[in-house]
């Protein structure tokens, strides 16, 4: 099974910061990595997809970027409504697998 | 606008059954293979299985835990969605999405999720 390692797990930061979390996968998935936020109570929802291409809708604040090993979700400029767990997921092979999540709060 | 409406949770004593519906609309569902993803409470997201559209003979992949306690099925012409769940675990406890999964295999839409609770 791909395991995929989120850093950190727990993210404290102000309205305006600049933050990046990273995923690590445990072999290569060249570009097959989605990024997905969930918020209190509700399902996750699409950010990124393909490692690096926005979901329709989503805020360009969010971006993403890596392949092979190595991924980053960065959220530039931090919103109230951006407070919330992000997980990355790989697709490359099944089992298919979830980081294990990014708890972003407010400082 | 796609909508997914899982039912069918509720309380289970360990080792019984329970299956879960999803109702799907806004899509044209035949087309798209759907997954089941859960969560337990206070955790991560797990993935449970997915089901293949017609044309890839409704085929199914799972994960190890739940491989051969859990089945996935659809009804096309009633555009739903279904998990079969026997010798029910206390760690089977979490809330059930399902989800649509787009041409590129990526989650496009979740359901609200199903509360699913194993306890004696």
């Known amino acids: 099974d791909i395991q995929l390692t989120q850093s950190p797990s727990f993210l404290s930061a102000s309205v305006g910061d600049r933050v990046t979390i990273t995923c690590r996968a445990s072999?290569?998935?060249?570009?097959?990595l989605a990024w997905h936020q969930q918020k209190p109570g509700k399902a996750p929802k699409l950010l990124i997809y393909?490692?690096?291409t926005l979901q329709s809708g989503v805020p360009s604040r969010f971006s993403g970027s890596g392949s092979g090993t190595e991924f980053t979700l960065t959220i530039t400029s931090l919103q109230p409504e951006d407070f919330a767990t992000y997980y990355c997921?790989?697709?490359?092979?099944?089992?298919?697998?979830f980081g294990q999540g990014t708890r972003l709060e407010i400082k | 606008e796609v909508q997914l409406v899982e039912s069918g949770g509720g309380l289970v004593q360990p080792g019984g059954s329970l299956r879960l519906s999803c109702a799907a609309s806004?899509?044209?569902?035949?087309?798209?293979?759907m997954d089941w993803v859960r969560q337990a409470p206070g955790k991560g997201l797990e993935w449970v299985g997915r089901?293949?559209?017609?044309?890839?003979?409704?085929?199914?992949e799972y994960a190890a835990s739940v491989n051969g306690r859990f089945t996935i099925s659809r009804d096309d012409s009633k555009n739903s969605l279904y998990l079969q769940m026997s010798s029910l675990k206390t760690e089977d406890t979490a809330m059930y999405y399902c989800?649509?999964?787009?041409?590129?295999?990526?989650?496009?839409?979740w359901g609200q999720g199903v509360l699913v609770t194993v306890s004696s």
């Open positions: 806004g899509f044209s569902f035949s087309d798209y293979y």
């Open positions: 393909a490692a690096s």
């Open positions: 989800v649509k999964v787009d041409s590129k295999f990526y989650f496009d839409y």
């Open positions: 997921r790989q697709l490359q092979s099944y089992p298919i697998t």
């Open positions: 089901v293949r559209k017609r044309t890839n003979s409704y085929t199914t």
């Open positions: 072999q290569g998935i060249n570009s097959n």
